[in-house]
């Protein structure tokens, strides 16, 4: 018997909410703040391309970095399952190794270690999955497995 799950992780606005409201009050503490104002001026661009940067991530601007799909396989026989991640791209990373995850009502964070990395920096890679951006029986279907799943803490 084999175990397969699919998930395509789409746009979450609870995301976008988060991450412009927190975005914002930083700016707005960081300029309010008695400061120099060329600190203000860098701390203010840096928080900018932050911004950008989780946009990307996060599917709410285009970016490769994206993960739209995770994809979980294990045989009945197999002791090591595999987890496939497919960024906005189209490139599939495969094997990654599951280290952690975090499994609440509406969220789940899953942390992974790719088993043959290519470069230093691309060695982990960290999931936030919003229940309000995947089909609904397979989001329960992820929080069920990752809660019976033992992980591998690997470092």
Sequence with gaps: MDINLSLKIRRSRWVLGYL???????LW?????????LITIIACSLLCVSLWYQLKRYQWLDGASAVVEINYQMADHNTDAEWILEYADGQLLRPYQLLSSVVLADMVIIRFRRRFPTRWWARYETVLILANCVEQNAFRQLRVMLRSVTTNDVE
């Design 29 to 37: 503490t960081l300029w309010h703040l008695d400061i120099s104002n």
């Design 20 to 26: 412009l409201l927190l975005h914002v009050l930083m």
